[in-house]
């Protein structure tokens, strides 16, 4: 294991305790049907990679934040904090400032009021550093970048939260692309807070336009870059685009290549450039740079979609993807369990 370790860019389990279990290989079943919902899957996979790595100082990075809630879920499982934060005030600032009591998969998970807390196992391990985990929010629509960023000034986030001498949970108000030509995109200026489905080359037909912000656009390699992150383990990638996630993962080449990403997630979508892009290019792309992708339904079962392309996977509706870095000899075989 040391020598594994030795080998790779991720930390050592100085705190853990869980072992993944052992999955026998075998060869997944031919699809003849259509893929089962994969657009609100729950987070049980997190959930594990917390237990196995409870290490508290992670950096986990969202694009396309939008209510920064699923970003706020992981950064509360891994924060060991002396007097951390509950998990339930970052919803009642939702809710009390900016009158939002759901989000978008209130359908399949219910209300803020129905989901469960993640688990938190950092808080079992004793001599586990009382630090938080560092945030990066990444998010084009104005107006859930001053969303994103009163929230982060009621919790007092930067102001040497969690050990952190800088920014601990960082708001860029940024729309991700491939390049930062041209250096800005347009995004409605009258959308509502918390407002989804709109993106770069993509506004829901619902939404009337009465005026445009222009939004500076930049890649990944660019922004951890300024970030000062480009050499730094990012513990887990979030991409949520509103149909751009392809492009944005081709700006990160580099930061794929540099094997430092552990874990990243996708969307998949029929809306902007999913109307006419192949997921296959994509998986095949990610497993050049030593991914695993899976399928993770809404069921909780996972499936693996890296070198087992099937026909049904080329339809195109609202999914989610998970990938692993195959290096990553904590998280590698983290998908395989469900």
Known sequence: VIQEYQASTVRPPKWGSYTVPTVPQTPQPILTDVLEPSNCPPRQYIDMMAKIDPDPRKTIVSIGCNKGE???????????????????????????????????????????DQLDKPVKPISSFEGAPKVSPRAICVEALPVNTHLLKTISEKLDLNKGYGGHHGETWSVLGTAVDTTNHPPTAEFPANANPGQEALGIDYVDPATVVEKW?????????????????????????SIDTEGNDPRVLFGAVKTLMSGNVRFLEFEVHKRGVWATFDLQILIDYLDELNFNCYWVFNSGKTRKITRDWQKPYEKRQWSNVACVNRNDYLWKDVLDQF
Not at 103 to 112: E, L, P
Not at 222 to 229: A, E, M, P
Request: glycine share 8%; net charge negative; with cysteine.
């Open 70 to 112: 699923d970003l706020w879920d992981m950064f509360y499982q891994y924060d060991n904090t002396e007097h951390g934060l509950e998990w339930e005030s970052y919803r009642n600032i939702l809710r009390q400032d900016f009158g939002l009591e759901k989000g978008a998969c209130s359908s399949v998970q219910g209300n803020y």
């Open 213 to 237: 912000d222009q939004v500076p656009r930049d890649n990944i390699d660019n922004i951890f870059r300024k970030y000062g992150i480009q050499n730094d383990i990012i513990d887990i990638l």
